[in-house]
């Protein structure tokens, strides 16, 4: 006796709604290859990946610190410092562990937004939130630029020297 077929349509096969659904789920084989090139690659700069990771923690801090404040002020800027918050944390402690070309290309995507974010904010306002313009003073402020530049400088120059020493 034969075991039954896996019924999902009429005519004991899957059906054409199932097919569809399983080819949109298949990833492209070229994006997966590239995937695990990046995580089989070498860690880089692991020295300096200590303190780049320690500059993301202050980040989060920070952010954390300012997040909260302007809940109340402007939800969706508090929502925004606290995303940014959430997202360096996990990024500084794989950053530390395994260096990746690919953790270090999200750590200076990561610091290259909240700086453009905090410009932003200083220069022509965020939408709904013109109460920081000009205010360039704020010593959280400039600790966060300073050391969202140096996550951005060292990511900079570790993904810089591994393409001069590959190519």
């Known amino acids: 006796?034969?075991?039954?077929?896996?019924?999902?349509?009429?005519?004991?096969?899957?059906?054409?709604?199932?097919v569809r659904r399983l080819r949109r789920l298949r990833l492209n084989a070229d994006a997966m290859s590239s995937l695990r090139r990046s995580l089989?690659?070498?860690?880089?700069?692991?020295?300096?990946a200590i303190l780049a990771a320690a500059g993301l923690l202050v980040v989060?801090?920070?952010?954390?610190i300012d997040g909260s404040g302007s809940l109340h002020n402007q939800l969706y800027v508090?929502?925004?410092?606290?995303c940014l918050a959430v997202a360096s944390v996990p990024l500084a402690v794989l950053l530390a562990a395994r260096?990746?070309?690919?953790?270090?290309?999200a750590a200076g995507a990561l610091c290259t937004a909240a700086l453009l974010a905090y410009v932003a904010s200083r220069t022509?306002?965020?939408?709904?939130?013109?109460?920081d313009?000009?205010?360039?003073?704020?010593?959280?402020g400039v600790l966060t630029v300073a050391v969202e530049v140096a996550v951005i400088t060292a990511a900079g120059l570790v993904i810089w020297s591994r393409r001069r020493s590959a190519g």
Do not use: K
């Open 124 to 131: 022509t306002g965020l939408p709904g939130a013109a109460d």
């Open 78 to 82: 508090g929502g925004l410092e606290l």
């Open 40 to 48: 089989a690659s070498r860690p880089i700069g692991r020295p300096v």
């Open 1 to 18: 006796m034969e075991p039954e077929p896996f019924l999902v349509g009429d005519r004991g096969s899957l059906g054409g709604t199932a």
């Open 60 to 64: 989060a801090i920070i952010h954390v």
């Open 133 to 140: 313009i000009g205010n360039r003073g704020q010593p959280l």
């Open 99 to 105: 260096p990746l070309p690919l953790l270090w290309h």
